[in-house]
């Protein structure tokens, strides 16, 4: 928690250092040393103690670390009502509080966590609003906001941390188990279901392991999944996973879970990564239905394609306008032992065609250039070039074989170029192309969500040294993804009512502009509204269902709040 004053920023013998954020610059306090082997230096061990409003002040506004070390510091007199700041921003948390309502979260949250529920609810609230994570800022922001946390009351960083290692596992299972029964199970409903995984240098987690990650630094990883409500644009439940198991494997321990749930009534769109012969029985034996794109160019595939090669791409009758692309739709069986028929929805997309031509011809032109600069050489080349090039070899010894010339497979290449532009998805349950092409576009959902929890709430790193702490901020992050997509949904839907995109009707831009809703602290102590809410704010409000007139009786109760604790502490 920073404190409502100044004070003088210790001199630089002390071990300061400051770190710029965001514009506001942090004071470090290097309070010990430890000899590193690895390095063979001494690593300071930091901690903030204070900031300021730019890197060159000579004053800073102190935190409880500044106590702690710098106890004999000299301390102005202070009032007793100023470790809240004069300003509150009240817009997003509006907004926030009333999607929790309306989900019931904090009904939910406080049975499970008890007299805590409001921080961590705060927690979620901060990740939204701030897109971090970082447990040692939060103070900043519940100086300037109004907050869920009983009595309003404002704490350290310690005690945020001190709390995310008292969740416990079973807390979070807990939810995931109140959250899906209140959802109906009779309805029939598609789940889209996709992963992604964190990098980690924490080694001695217990998910964290050596995988396969796409942006492979090296470092172990967690694989993090979520469950997706398509119908109802809602989070269902996620996974945490070690690294080392990949996406194909793990579907059917998903498969289960939702069984669990007591989903029946459901199918799942899936990507290309979790196709295989033994998920598509086992989704079949549970009496799912499936979507899902069928990975690469199988033989089957080839020739489905080549079969309806010509008769669709230029024909009005098969163009689906709204993703530019024209579909046909055939039945087939997917395997030999497969006992029934699936649909087969081939699309062709002409400017996809184009570009993966281009793309191929280019790599063809690179293999063909590197043979010429390798020719007369002993050159052991692999698959890629024997697929594309017949190779010729001479031999000037009996073991002495080197490398001629490559001869381009004129056949071979030209059948990659046939199937160039287009594309497959399979599907276990009758439809045409059109509405299976919308179904499997409705993954996008779910890959904004992991957009959203890496680039919006700060979790591209998790920031965590327990297994508690890891499990623990995994579901704050949850429950704030599942606010967020709220807010998502609530402005698209008031765009798409409106036939207006305006560039603030997105999450982050919408949450810069609520955030500008301020009250401030006057001579006679109470919090006024600062200026009449604005044209812009009004519409995104609107989403919301919240009007001008609820923000001023909103922006009342929290000044009565913030009074009644005052006098209560006195």
């Known amino acids: 928690m920073y404190l409502d004053y100044e004070v003088k920023i210790p001199d630089s013998k002390h071990g300061i250092t400051r770190k710029t954020i965001r514009g506001i610059t942090y004071i470090y306090y290097a309070y010990d040393r430890k000899y590193s082997s690895e390095k063979h230096y001494s690593v300071p061990k930091n901690t903030t103690i204070g900031k300021c409003l730019n890197a060159s002040s000579e004053t800073m506004y102190p935190n409880t670390n500044f106590l702690k070390y710098f106890p004999e510091a000299e301390l102005p007199q202070v009032n007793e009502t100023s ?294 050489m002993k050159l052991d080349l692999g698959h890629e070039f024997r697929k594309y090039f017949d190779l010729i070899y001479y031999h000037e010894g009996q073991d002495d074989e080197k490398f001629m010339y490559g001869r381009e497979r004129y056949n071979v290449i030209d059948e990659e170029i046939a199937l160039c532009g287009y594309f497959v998805i399979i599907t276990s349950e009758k439809m045409d192309a059109a509405e299976a092409l919308d179904l499997y576009k409705s993954r996008d959902a779910s890959e904004k969500l992991f957009r959203e929890d890496k680039t919006f709430l700060g979790d591209r790193t998790m920031r965590c040294q327990t297994n508690e702490a890891l499990h623990a901020k995994i579901f704050i992050e949850f429950v704030a993804l599942i606010i967020r997509n709220r807010m998502h949904f609530l402005l698209k839907e008031q765009m798409l009512k409106t036939h207006h995109k305006e560039n603030y009707m997105t999450v982050p831009a919408a949450i810069r502009e609520l955030e500008k809703i301020e009250i401030v602290r006057q001579p006679d102590r109470e919090y006024y509204l600062d200026y009449s809410v604005t044209a812009t704010q009004k519409s995104i409000l609107k989403a919301f269902g919240l009007t001008e007139a609820n923000v001023r009786k909103q922006a009342v109760e929290i000044n009565d709040d913030l009074k009644s604790f005052i006098a209560k502490e006195a």
Not at 181 to 206: F, P, V
Not at 230 to 245: A, K, V
Request: with cysteine; charged share 30%.
């Open 83 to 376: 470790d809240r700041s004069a300003c509150l921003r009240i817009g997003a948390f509006l907004v926030i509080r009333k999607i929790i309502a309306g989900y019931h979260l904090d009904e939910i949250i406080g049975r499970l966590i008890g007299k805590d529920a409001g921080l961590f609810l705060d927690l979620a609230a901060y990740s939204i609003v701030t897109e971090n994570n970082a447990g040692q800022y939060y103070p900043d922001y519940a100086y300037n906001h109004p907050l869920f946390t009983r009595k309003m009351k404002l704490y350290s960083d310690s005690k945020v941390s001190s709390f995310i290692n008292d969740i416990t596992r079973d807390q979070c299972i807990a939810f995931q188990n109140e959250w899906n029964s209140r959802h109906d199970h009779r309805e029939k409903i598609y789940i889209t279901y996709d992963s992604t995984n964190k990098n980690c240098q924490a080694g001695d987690l217990e998910c964290v392991e050596i995988g396969h990650p796409k942006d492979d630094n090296g470092k172990p990883v967690l694989n993090y999944s979520i469950a997706y409500d398509h119908n109802n644009s809602e989070p269902l439940y996620y996974e945490e996973y070690p690294g080392s198991i990949v996406d194909v494997s793990q579907l059917q321990i998903m498969l289960l879970k939702a069984k669990g749930y007591g989903y029946r009534q459901v199918g799942f769109i899936l990507d290309r990564g979790y196709f295989s012969k033994e998920n598509i029985h086992f989704m079949d034996k549970n009496g799912y239905e499936f979507i899902i794109m069928m990975k690469g160019m199988k033989s089957l595939v080839r020739d489905l394609v080549l079969s309806v090669k010509g008769s669709f791409e230029e024909k009005r009758e098969y163009s689906l306008r709204d993703y530019r692309v024209n579909g046909i739709t055939v039945k087939h069986h997917l395997y030999p032992s497969d006992e029934k028929e699936r649909y087969f929805h081939i699309y062709y997309n002409e400017r996809k065609q184009t570009s993966e031509r281009e793309i191929f011809e280019e790599k063809i032109d690179r293999m063909s250039l590197y043979l010429q600069e390798h020719q007369g």
